[in-house]
C-alpha cells in the first residue's frame, strides 16, 4: 500500500511539473500577445497621425485658397470701382459733349497704327442721335491721318494738314465738329 | 498487540509452571502427570491462541518476518517450557518484550512519516488547486488579450482604407469643395486679368483722349441731372455746373464744346 501512495503521490508530482510547465508557456504568450498588441497600437496611432497630416494639408490648401480668394476678390473691387468711375466719365462725355470715341482694332491701349473713331451726336438738333463720324489713324512716329468721315466734308483735307502741322488734335476735332453743324444746322 | 497478547500468556504459562514448580515437592506421580497435562493444555491453548493472533495479525503491517520470528519463537518456546528451563524462558521473554518494543516503536515513526506524507499530500493537492486556479485566470487573460489583438488589428486594417482612399473616407467633400472654389477663383482671375491688361487700359485710354481733347474733369457724385466738374485751360480753371433738365442735348454739348478752342 505504500507503494500504491508513492505511485500516486508521484503522479501528482508530476501533474505539478506538468502545470507549472503549461503555466509558464502560459505566461510568455501572455508577454508576446502583449507586445504585438503594442506594436499594432503604435501602428494605428502612426496612421493616425498620418490621417492628422492629411487633413492638415487640406486645411492648409483651404486655407491658401481662401487668402488667394481675399486678394483676388479685392483686386476685382478695385478694378470694378475703377471701371465704373471710367465708364462714368465715358458716359457723361458721350452723352453730353455728344462725342464717342471708339477704337476700331484691338481691344487693348491704342497702339500706334491703329485707327480711332470719333463719333459725334447732338450735332443736329431735330435728330439728336443721328451720328457724324470721323475716323483717324495713328502712324508709327505718332502723327494723325484721316482715314474718312461720314457724312463727307469737304474740308477735310485742308483740316487734316492743318492738324499734321499742329497736331492739335482737340482743335481739330472742335472744328470738324462746327462742320457738322454747319453741315447739320444750315 | 499481537505480540502483548503472546507475552501476557506466556507470562501466565511461566507463573502457573513456577507454581507447579513449588507444589512438586508435595506432589505424587500422578499429581505431577496431571499437572504436566494441565501445562501442556495451558501451552496448547496458548499457542492456539497465539496462532489465531498471528492469523489475524499477519493481514495487518507489512512486518511479515516479525511475525514469523513470533512463529519460530512460539515453538522454541514450547520447547523450552516443556524442557522446565525457565531461565531461557524468562530470557525469551525479554527478548519478545524487546522486539515488541521496537515494533511499538517502528509503528510510532511509521505512523508519524504518514501523518507528515498525509499533510504534504493536504499541501501539495492546494498547490495543485491553486495552479489550476491560475491556469484558468491566465486562459482568460489570453482570451481577453486575442480579443485586443483582433480588435486592434481591424481597426489597423480600417485605416488602412482611410488612409488609401482618403477623399472618400475622412475627408468627404473636401475634394468637391477644393476643386468647386479652385474653378471659381480661375474665372474670377481671368476676369481680373482681362480687366488688368484689356478692359481698363483701354477705358483709361479713352478717358486720356477725353481729357486731352477737352480738358475736363467730372465730378461723379452729383445729383443724376447736374453736371458738374472742372475746366482747366492753360491759364484758367473753370467750374461746370449744369442743369441738363432745363436744357436741350445739343445745347448743353455746343456749350461744353465752348472749352475747347477751334483755334490751331
Known sequence: MCLKKCKDDEMLFETIQTFKIDLEQKNSSLKEKQHDISEVISEIQQKEMQKDEIIQKIEKLKEEQAKRKELIVSQNKANKDRLRNLQKARLVFQDHLGMEIRTILGKTQLVKGEKLQFVFRNINPSDQESAYVVTLGIKEDGAYQIVSSDPVLECLPALESRLQETNNLPAFLANVRKEFISQARS | ?264
Open chain 2, 1 to 264: 498487540m499481537v505480540l502483548h497478547e503472546l507475552s501476557v500468556c506466556v507470562h501466565c504459562v511461566y507463573s502457573r509452571g513456577q507454581y507447579k514448580t513449588r507444589g512438586r515437592r508435595k506432589s505424587t506421580n500422578d499429581q505431577r502427570r496431571s499437572k504436566e497435562d494441565a501445562r501442556s493444555a495451558a501451552l496448547r491453548l496458548c499457542l492456539n491462541h497465539g496462532k489465531n493472533l498471528y492469523a489475524s495479525g499477519a493481514t495487518t503491517m507489512a512486518q511479515g518476518h516479525k511475525f514469523q520470528d513470533l512463529e519460530e519463537m512460539g515453538e522454541a518456546l514450547l520447547e523450552y517450557v516443556n524442557s522446565t528451563q525457565t531461565d531461557k524462558l524468562a530470557l525469551m521473554k525479554a527478548e519478545h518484550q524487546a522486539l515488541f518494543d521496537q515494533h511499538v516503536e517502528t509503528k510510532k515513526i511509521v505512523t508519524q512519516i504518514l501523518k507528515e506524507e498525509a499533510q504534504i499530500e493536504e499541501s501539495v493537492g492546494q498547490r495543485l488547486l491553486d495552479m489550476e486556479e491560475e491556469k484558468q485566470q491566465r486562459d482568460r487573460e489570453l482570451e481577453g488579450l486575442e480579443q485586443q489583438l483582433r480588435q486592434c488589428m481591424a481597426k489597423s486594417q480600417i485605416t488602412d482604407s482611410e488612409l488609401q482612399y482618403p477623399f472618400f473616407f475622412f475627408l468627404n467633400g473636401e475634394l468637391e469643395s477644393l476643386r468647386n472654389a479652385e474653378d471659381q477663383l480661375e474665372t474670377l482671375q481671368s476676369e481680373v486679368d482681362e480687366d488688368t491688361t484689356e478692359v481698363i487700359p483701354s477705358a483709361v485710354y479713352v478717358a486720356q483722349v477725353y481729357y486731352l481733347i477737352t480738358k475736363i474733369k467730372w465730378e461723379y457724385e452729383t445729383p443724376p441731372n447736374i453736371l458738374k466738374g472742372v475746366h482747366y485751360g492753360t491759364d484758367l480753371a473753370t467750374p461746370i455746373n449744369i442743369d441738363t433738365t432745363a436744357r436741350s442735348r445739343s445745347n448743353v454739348s455746343d456749350q461744353l464744346w465752348g472749352f475747347v478752342s477751334t483755334e490751331w
